[in-house]
Every structure is written in C-alpha cells, then in structure tokens.
C-alpha cells in the first residue's frame, strides 16, 4: 500500500471521528434541550399549577395560598380568618383529593378540592409568567367557597328589640331586621300586655332578623345591651329568644298570690265582692270589667264551704321593672247543701298580668283562662 493512500484512510478515519464526536455532541445537546422542553411543559401544565395548592390543604396550611384577596364570596357574616378555619376543621385527618371543575376552561382552569370526597371549594388558576419556552405558568387565582360552604337557608332571629344578636362574629343591625309585605320592619307588639301598656314604665317589642348566606351551622348568639348573654332556643331555622324572668318578682307574686286567688274566688261565687278590688289595678279597665264578671249562679245561703286546691304560678315573665305575667292555675271547689248541684268547681288555667304600681302589686288584666273541671281539681262528687 503506498503512502498516500495510508494517508488518505488516515484523514477518513480521523474525519469520521470528528463526525462521530460531534453527532455525539449533538445529540447530547438535543437530549438536554428535549428534556428541558418536557420538563418546561409539564411545568406548563395547569395540573402543576394547582399541586401547591393541593399541598397546602394537604398539610392544612392553607394561609400560605389564601388569603382576603383571593377569597371570592358574597357573604357578610364571614371573613378570611372564619374561613381558614372552618375550612381547617373540614380537612382535618382526610384525605384531599382535587378534580377538574366542570367549570374549567383552557383559559380559566378551575379545580374542585375535595376532602374525603366532599367537595370544600373551588380554586381557578391564572399566567402567572411563561419559561424559558414562552409557555405560560399557572398559579392561584381566586378561591370560591360560597358554592359549597353556605347553604340555601334562610334563618330568622326573633328575639326582643333590645337585644343583639351577633351571627359568626357580625352584629346584626336595621339592614337585616324583616320585612313584611309592604317593606316595613317585621317589629311586633305582645298580644298578652296590650291591655296595660299605658300603665308600663317600658313596653317593649319583638323584632324578626333574616338572614342568608350562612354556613350549614351558624354561630347564632344574642345579648343584652349591658353584655348579659340571653339564651336561644333554635328549632330547625329558627332562632328565638323569651323575655327575661325576674326571680325577685317570681317570689313577691308567689307572696301575695293566695291571698289573690281566695279574693277573687269569693267574688266569682258571690260570697264577698269587695276584698278583690284590693288586689285589682286601680282606673284599670279590668278592675270597671269585673264587676259584671260574676256567675250569679251559686245560691250564696245554701254554700256550706269552698276549698282551694292545686293554687300555682309558674312560667313568669318580666316585661318591664313594673309588669310582669304567669300562669296561675286554682281550683274552688264549693259545696252546698239542698241544691240540685252538691259540689261545683270554679277553677281557672290562666295568665294574670300584674302592673306595680307604689310598690304594691296589682292584678291588671287576665288576657287569657280557661275554666277547669271537678277532675281538673282532682275532686269528685
């Protein structure tokens, strides 16, 4: 073989090589930039957008991607920190899971989070700048808890004017109070003390709240103006809270109350109908009705005894410093000799309201009774 052509194969070699080499190269630098490429997608991906979130409410941090700038709701009663936790007690030992909203679109990606499949809330995503490929990247936008937090429910507070009722931390004023057909304020009067309000130092009124926009399980708590807590009593929707009961009162009624009940007794079965008018309010319109209130039936000669039984009151509610309402129950059981009727009873289930007036306790009106029977009384012929 000559020379030259060792020669020639020499460069061949050496150029193949050179070809190799950087074929080699190339395809290194390809490889790199390929996998960028993938990597740089993947991160352009909405799903990796939201997997920051999913962690944060994996680990119950959820501050670290909500805040009040981010929360979308139309409710008035709570604010970010009223979610962060009742999201937090949502979550709490469950697994969270996170499926793409019906909702979602290529240019608003929205996701569902789940707690042990419950859905809690949803997320939407924004551009949140582009890598080195120009492909955008996505990241929190805004949380959207109404939807799956609050309910449909309407909740109505009933509670006395003075009151305040507080919902989830919100004290409830003139904006949320009821209205009725015609626009006005759902504020009533108390049917049992119509009677006797001019006599009142203080007549006070009922007012209805409503409410919407609250979670499954509201925090509903009401209070005096001093800050004395007032109890509610809650059926289904429905909030409600009774006037205040005076013990002291309770007691000076309870005092002067078997003395009442024998007066007026006497006076229903004529055998006396002067002693009541000591316990009637004076220049009350029930004190001028009484007087035509008798049964005119018993045969005063032929009454050989009456007897009290069953004399109670109970149920007291305080109105004002000077009125107040219970329920009395008694029953008089009156005997005769030589009448048709051997025994009758004149028992009362009823509500008596009490005006104070100088210190002295007077009965001002009975609005509501019912006669009981002999077996009401317990008392047989």
Not at 21 to 43: D, M, P, S
Request: aromatic share 12%.
């Amino acid at each position: 073989m000559s020379r030259d052509n060792r020669t020639k194969k020499s460069f061949f070699g050496v150029g193949l090589l050179i070809y190799f080499i950087l074929g080699c190269i190339g395809i290194f630098f390809f490889l790199r930039w390929f996998n960028g490429y993938l990597t740089a997608y993947e991160t352009s991906l909405p799903g990796t957008g939201i997997a920051e979130v999913r962690a944060a409410f994996e680990t119950g941090a959820i501050e670290t991607v909500m805040s009040k700038d981010n929360l979308v709701t139309d409710s008035a009663y709570y604010n970010i920190f009223d979610y962060e936790a009742h999201i937090k007690e949502l979550i709490v030992g469950k697994e969270v899971t996170v499926e793409e909203s019906p909702l979602s679109s290529a240019e608003v990606p929205r996701y569902v989070i789940k707690a042990a499949g419950e859905p809690v809330i949803d997320v939407t995503l924004k551009v949140i700048g582009q890598n080195d490929y120009n492909m955008n990247l996505w990241g929190c936008d805004k949380f959207y808890p109404d939807a799956y937090l609050t309910c449909n429910d309407v909740y109505t507070i009933t509670v006395p004017t003075d009151v305040i009722v507080n919902v989830s931390g919100r004290d409830l004023g003139p904006a949320d109070i009821m209205k009725d057909e015609n626009g006005n304020d759902v504020v009533k009067g108390i049917d049992l003390i119509q009677n006797v309000t001019q006599y009142m130092t203080y007549v006070p009124t009922f007012t209805t709240y409503q409410v919407s926009g609250l979670w499954s399980n509201p925090v509903v708590s009401a209070r005096t103006a001093d800050g004395t807590p007032v109890d509610l009593t809650c059926e289904g929707t429905s909030y409600s809270a009774p006037l205040q009961t005076d013990n002291s009162v309770a007691d000076e009624i309870n005092a002067i109350l078997p003395s009442i009940v024998e007066a007026y007794g006497k006076h229903f079965i004529g055998v006396s109908s002067s002693a009541v008018y000591n316990y009637l309010l004076p220049d009350s319109e029930y004190r001028a009705s009484l007087s035509t209130a008798m049964t005119n039936f018993y045969p005063t000669s032929r009454i050989t005894s009456y007897n009290y039984y069953n004399v109670s009151a109970d149920n007291f509610v305080t109105y004002c410093d000077n009125c107040v309402s219970a329920d009395i129950v008694f029953d008089l059981v009156v005997k005769f000799n030589s009448t048709a009727y051997q025994t009758k009873n004149e028992g009362s289930d009823a509500v008596w309201v009490f005006i104070k007036r100088d210190g002295v306790w007077y009965l001002a009106d009975v609005p509501r009774q019912m006669p009981r029977t002999l077996e009401d009384a317990g008392v047989t012929d």
